[in-house]
């Protein structure tokens, strides 16, 4: 699997594009504009007939079926599927839970000890099964699957039905994974079904990660309010399912996304000196699950402990200290 959560370098670059010849293009047309002009008068005539006789059959169609809208965004068209913007992405019944919610996270492989005496486990929603999510849940346990949401990974059952034109730059260190496109239809699409496949494995909430590809070098158009609108799509998507959704990391955007996400990931903020970004959460009465690396694990010395652990910007966070590879090492403050 790829452990997309770990941070890495630049990628190379992964752009085409033939620019059209537009020059050419015009000169073609004033050497045969004559005849351009009278096809065109008759092209427009035609499609006026057109137009009237698809929105005669439109409407006979809209009334004959009975609104059975599956409301699936994104048919293949180029068009991205953005949020409905008549949809409310706080609107739905899911889990809301409080700050200072105690937690484990394992992406590393299936968790192999589901006793532990936390509230909330994250785990990887292609690798785990729905019998380990009830195991968890019979334990008294939520459950929080992750999922890359901006990034390509090579081994997903689901890997295939990206397109190439979905690819920005390739993550360094990680052959075979690129960001995404996250305004292409297709992706949304996919992120999608994948939502739909967390609802049918019982997980009660969603990690989505790699939604701060505008804070890279990403090779795409990503920016701050491009990353605020997938979020609002994944959140009534996630919240249509009755699961819960948090923000991963992106701390540009936690004021943009508080209102309609019910926690915050975040790796290192005491390592980076950024926790007071990702208050706003805490201030909503918000968990922020919150990891530091120490470098030492799993031997954690007492300063180690103390710097991870007594960070006044982190006062309230859910903070574990776990290993890179996110096993199932893990210590609380
Ligand atoms: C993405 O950007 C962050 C913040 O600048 C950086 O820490 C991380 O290494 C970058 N990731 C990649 C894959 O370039
Ligand atoms: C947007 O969502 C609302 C509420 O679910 C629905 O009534 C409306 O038809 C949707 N509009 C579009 C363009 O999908
Ligand atoms: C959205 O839904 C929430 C919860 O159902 C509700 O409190 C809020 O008033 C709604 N907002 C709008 C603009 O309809
Ligand atoms: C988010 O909002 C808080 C409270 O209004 C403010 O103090 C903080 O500067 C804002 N963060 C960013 C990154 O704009």
């Known amino acids: 699997m790829s452990p997309s959560w770990m941070s890495r370098s630049r990628g190379q670059a992964d752009q085409v594009d033939g620019p059209l010849k537009a020059s050419e293009k015009r000169s073609c047309l004033s050497r045969q504009s004559k005849t351009f002009w009278m096809l065109l008068v008759a092209g427009i005539f ?6 009237g006789l698809g929105i005669g059959l439109g409407i006979g169609l809209t009334r004959g079926s009975s609104g ?8 293949g068209s180029g068009t ?4 409905n913007s008549t949809t409310n992405a706080t609107a739905g019944e899911y889990w809301k839970p409080a700050a200072g919610t105690s937690w484990q996270i394992v992406l590393e492989n299936p968790p192999t000890d589901t006793s532990l005496n936390v509230a909330v486990y994250d785990i990887d929603l292609f690798d785990n099964t729905a019998s380990t999510i009830s195991k968890l849940h019979a334990n008294g346990r939520k459950v929080i699957c992750y999922f890359s949401a901006g990034s390509y990974e090579p081994n997903r059952a689901d890997s295939a039905q990206f397109k190439k034109s979905d690819y920005g730059k390739g993550l360094d260190g990680w052959p075979g994974e ?5 305004n292409s239809a297709n992706v949304r699409a996919i992120m999608s079904a994948r939502l739909a496949l967390a609802h049918s494995k019982g997980c009660d909430g969603v990690d989505p990660d790699n939604v701060d590809g505008y804070d890279n070098d990403s090779g795409l158009s990503l920016s701050p309010s491009t990353a605020e609108d997938y979020l609002r799509f994944l959140a009534i998507g996630a919240h249509s399912y009755s699961m819960s959704i948090g923000l991963k990391n992106a ?4 004021n943009a996304t508080l209102d309609f996400l019910q926690w915050e990931v ?13 208050r706003p959460f805490i201030a909503a009465g918000k968990p922020v699950f919150h990891i530091e690396y120490p470098g030492s694990a799993p031997s954690i010395s007492a300063s180690a402990r103390k710097s991870a652990c007594d960070n006044n910007e982190a006062h309230g966070f859910s903070t574990v200290m776990k290993e890179m590879d996110l096993n199932d090492w893990v210590e609380d403050c």
């Open 266 to 278: 975040n790796e290192q903020c005491v390592q980076y000196e950024e926790c007071d970004l990702f």
């Open 46 to 51: 035609l499609l006026i007939i057109a137009i």
């Open 68 to 75: 059975g809208n599956s409301g699936n965004g994104g048919g």
């Open 80 to 83: 991205p599927s953005s949020p």
């Open 251 to 254: 701390g540009a955007i936690v």
């Open 178 to 182: 690129y960001w995404l496109n996250t």
